[in-house]
Every structure is written in C-alpha cells, then in structure tokens.
C-alpha cells in the first residue's frame, strides 16, 4: 500500500529523531549523570552494565509492546485491545510471582523463563478455547482471554495473599513493570521472540489490514480469516511474552501507542507496525529514564510514568475532535 | 455465458434444513436483484455463492470451476462480496481502502485507484478518512475496492440498505455503470420492488426455495409477491405505487437503462 501522504514520512522522520535522542538521555541519566566526555572506568562500567542493558530492554519491550497492541486492535476490531487484555500477562505474571514468591531460582534467568513459559501457555489456552465452529472469531476469542486472564488474576491473588516474605514485594514491582533487576542476559533471547514475532506480524500486515475491515471482506479479498488471525495472534503473543519475561507487567503502551500513531499517518498496518514499535519503546525508554532519575535513589515503575506522560498527550488529541 | 450457477444446491444451519436444491445461473454482465422476506435465505445464498458457506449438497460454480476449489487469491479475482453489515467506521482513509482491492492482484491492477475512484464519483476523496464521508459514499468506497480487487462477479448484501431515495438511486446508477461499461455482473440482494423493477432479472426467494425467477415485470406480480410475503391481502396500490417509482427512476435516468 503506497504512504497515504508526504506527512507520514515527516513523522517518521521526527519519531526516529526523538527516539535518537531519548536513547542518550536514558543511557546518561539514572541516580548518577554519567558524562559521555568523560569516561573514568566506574562511568564506563556503570554504562556497559547497568544503563545500556536497561535502555535496550526498554527500547524492545516497549516496540514490542506497541506492536503487539496494534495488532490485537486490528484482529479484534477492538479499540481497546491490548496486549494484557487475552490473560497473556496474567499467565505470566502467575508464574513469575511463583518463583519469586516461593524462591525458585535455579539460574538466573528463571524468573523471565517462567514468565514466558506462563505467557506462552495461556496464550495457547486462549487460542484452544477461542476456537468454535466458525474457526477463531474475535468475539470468542476475546472473552476467552478475559476469562482466563481474571482465572488466572485470582489465582495470583491467592499465592501473593499466603505469601509472607520478601519475595512478596519484589512480584509486586515486577508487575508493575520493573526494569531495575534486567542485564545483558536477557537480551538475545528476548530479541529473538521479539524480532520473530515481528517479522511474523509484518509478513501479515496485508491480512491483519483486512481483518480490520471484518472477516468476510477479508474472505472476500482472498485471505483466511482463521488462519491470519492465528498467525497474527501468534506473533503478538511471542512479542508480548518476551517483553513480559524481560522487565514485567508495563500497562499503557500497548493500549494508546497504536492509537497515537494512528492518529498521525493512518491506520495501514505496513507503516503502523514499525512506528508502533519505535513509538512504545521510546516512550518506554523515556518514561524508565524518568523513573529512575526524578525520585533517585528511589526508582518510580516504568509502566507507571509512561501511562503519566502518555494520558495527557492522549487525552489532548481526543479533544481535537478528529476520528479513528 | 454463465458466470455464476447454483446447480442443486442445499445447505443447512444444522439440524434445521434451509435452501432445499436450488438451482439458478446468472449470465456475463447481468444485473440480478434476489428478493425475499426477511429470514428467507437471501443472505445464505450470497454467501454460499461467495464460498464463505459451504453446500451440503450441489454445487456452486463461478465460471467452470466450483468456488470451493479456488485459492484465495485466484477466487478474489473472480468473485467479490460485501456483506450487509459493512464497518463503516474502519479506520481508513478512502485510498487506504481502495487500495487493499489490489492485494490478490499478482501482476497489474484491473483498474488503478484513481480509476476507480473517478467510477464511484469519488475522486479529490482520497485521503478522507471513511468516518468523513456520507453512508452511501462509503458504500462506493467499498465498491471501488472491488472494482481495483478486478472481480467479474460483485455479490452485494442489500447494498440499497438505509440509504435515502438519491444515494439507492446514486448507487442504481454506478451498478449499472459498472455492468454495462466494465462488464462485472452483479447480485444484490434488495427489499425495494421499485429498485427491484429496474434491474435485469429477479429471483425471488421463500423459505430457502426460488420461487420465481425472471424479467421483474413477470416476478414482481400480486400473486408471486404475496406468496413470497406470506401476505393474505391484496398488494394493487403498493404495487402501483411502485411501479410508479419504477418509471420515474427510468425517466430520470435513460442513460441507465439498457
């Protein structure tokens, strides 16, 4: 599909600008500003360590996020879709506060490996009970989600209220999106899902544009509409896992990102996607940035300050009164 | 030629059966109206014509092949379907949409964008987002996506559907456009007996069976008319009635008319 008009290149151009200028902003600050022109050792540790791991988790976690809660969008028809809406972060967050809560760490990476086991494992039982007659229709599939997802919250409630230790508070900042425990070692697999699942998605940005307009118009225009949605649904499920298994539960992004971008150069799925995902992750990355530097050495959850900056700029486009 | 044929075909919504072995053929570039009372199987019959259903029994053909054992690209550029119900609040800009006609082209495009655009009197509209533009210039976008998708046979869920008198007639006018210069043959399901008139041929559908098919001055009589209704009284002055909204149309546009 050609560019609806010149101005979607300008934002592109001025999102990529801004996300640039976030990713130095966020490597720099923290509890202490790092100087770039002056690298001692502690600096240069603290930088390898700690804030480029951090910026590139935030970096990928929020584009994953962003992409992921276009995609839910278009094959639900359902502008409030998001990537936490199917249980999928309910799935992983049962089984991340598990381990924290009861001290299953057999390696370091158990947590975030529960937590995709969880998230994988409910999307797979949202997709078995969303499946009818009719094949996956979005109806049903939805309130499978839902369904599971409250299940699965309930269940989650049970374990944190019979858990007593420390354990206890760490699952609770992990739910709300904690960026503080992450390191280099997440990275490659989390890129991995990440970018598989991306790929995935935009190989479908023609059928996930058709299953916006319904799925007799998307049979109409030669695609199946139980299979693209399976295939979409897939590809938002391994994005959302990953960011999830990385740095927890970050509300917000994957619900308004798609919308503000949308909002800018249209709703074709071919330019949506890759914005979504530099949108999210540099909203992500700013609001993590902001977290950890305003109250230092207190750090503020990252999910927390996004949905801080990101409501006001959503709710002032609301009110310019132009339609999705 | 035939383009599309019903030959013995049933479906059920089980257990209860619905089209009971109904044949019918439509040929190249015919404009056929299927009328019916709610409920009598209108809307299934597009469908299974569109494959969207599946025949219990017979077969639906779309040129020589039976629908079914077409792949979805190669059966989107035969065969087009709207659906009653179209989302015409999608988010999309007009271009946006028409374009997506293209995507099961393999090589060029049957007509470009601008081109079918300037067919459904949309042109300059391009960038309008489909929440800007009227209900039955929507309807037209969507058609224009079918025209770019290339199909030569437009199946249309009661497309006249909430529309005012000027856009069913608007709409009356670019079908028959469309027929006559491009060729496509269109099936639209319709409860308007004075659009009804205007078209090619009717088929007139009760509880699943056809029960007439013709020239609309044949099927479009008090007895057929009632027997399809399930209507005890006479229909003279309604019939009348239309039949004088019938030769207004006609009046107002002879170019329309073949």
């Known amino acids: 599909m050609k560019p609806a008009n010149g101005s979607m290149f300008l934002v592109a151009a001025a999102l990529s600008m801004a996300a640039l200028c976030i990713i130095v902003v966020s490597v720099a600050s923290g509890p202490r500003l790092l100087n770039p022109f002056t690298m001692d050792s502690e600096t240069c540790r603290t930088l390898l360590a700690i804030r480029l791991p951090r910026t590139a988790i935030a970096l990928l976690m929020g584009g994953a996020l962003g992409a992921s809660g276009a995609i839910l969008q278009g094959i639900f028809r359902n502008p409030l879709a998001d990537p936490y809406i199917l249980g999928i972060s309910s799935g992983a967050s049962l089984a991340a506060s598990f381990g924290l809560m009861f001290g299953i760490s057999l390696f370091t990476l158990s947590v975030p490996i529960l937590a995709f086991i969880g998230a994988i494992a409910t999307g797979a039982a949202v997709v078995l009970l969303g499946c009818g007659w009719k094949g996956l229709q979005p109806e049903r599939l939805l309130l499978a989600g839902v369904g599971i997802g409250f299940f699965l919250s309930a269940l989650l409630m049970l374990v944190m209220t019979v858990s007593v230790d420390d354990g206890l508070k760490r699952a609770i900042l992990w739910m709300s999106g904690d960026l503080s425990m992450v390191d280099w070692g997440l990275l490659p697999v989390g890129l991995f899902f990440i970018l598989s699942g991306f790929c995935l998605a935009l190989s479908r940005r023609k059928g996930l544009n058709a299953l916006t307009l319904g799925d007799d118009i998307a049979h109409s225009l030669g695609f199946n509409p139980t299979r693209e949605r399976l295939y979409l649904f897939i590809a938002a499920s391994l994005m959302t896992a990953a960011s999830v298994s990385m740095g927890g539960v970050v509300g917000f992004i994957g619900l308004v990102v798609p919308h503000l971008v949308r909002r800018h150069v249209g709703s074709d799925a071919t330019v949506v996607l890759p914005l979504s995902v530099v949108a999210g992750g540099t909203l992500l990355c700013l609001a993590d940035a902001i977290g950890r530097t305003v109250a230092a050495p207190l750090e503020l959850p990252a999910g927390v300050i996004a949905a801080l900056i990101g409501s006001p700029y959503f709710i002032y486009l609301l009110r310019q009164g132009k339609s999705y | ?258």
Do not use: W
């Open chain 2, 1 to 258: 030629m035939t383009t599309l044929e019903f030959a013995n075909v049933s479906f059920s919504y089980l257990p209860k059966p619905f089209i009971h072995r109904m044949s019918f053929s439509v040929a190249e570039g015919e404009l056929v109206g299927l009328m019916g009372s709610n409920g009598a199987g209108k809307s299934t019959i597009l469908k299974l014509a569109a494959g969207l259903l599946s025949p219990r029994e017979g077969n639906v053909m779309v040129g020589k092949k039976a629908i079914r054992s077409y792949r979805g690209k190669e059966r989107a550029r035969h065969l087009a379907y709207l659906p009653q119900i179209l989302d015409l609040q999608a988010p999309f800009r007009v271009g946006e949409l028409v374009r997506m006609g293209a995507y099961p082209q393999e090589g060029s495009q049957a007509l470009s964008v601008e081109e079918a655009l300037q067919v459904v009197g949309l042109q300059g509209k391009e960038k309008k987002q489909l929440a800007e533009l009227s209900g039955g210039e929507r309807r037209r976008a969507y058609i224009a996506m079918t025209l770019v998708q290339g199909a030569k046979v437009l199946l249309l869920d009661e497309p006249l559907a909430s529309l005012d008198i000027k856009y069913q007639f608007d709409l009356y006018k670019l079908l028959k456009d469309i027929v006559r210069e491009k060729g496509v043959t269109v099936v639209m399901s319709l409860h308007d007996m004075g659009m009804g008139a205007l078209l090619d041929r009717l088929l007139l559908v009760k509880e699943g069976e056809l029960i007439a098919q013709g020239d609309p001055a044949g099927v479009l009589t008090d007895e057929l008319v009632r027997d399809a209704f399930d209507l005890n009284e006479s229909l003279s002055v309604y019939m009348t009635a239309n039949r004088f909204v019938s030769r207004a149309l006609a009046v107002a546009a002879p170019q329309c008319q073949s």
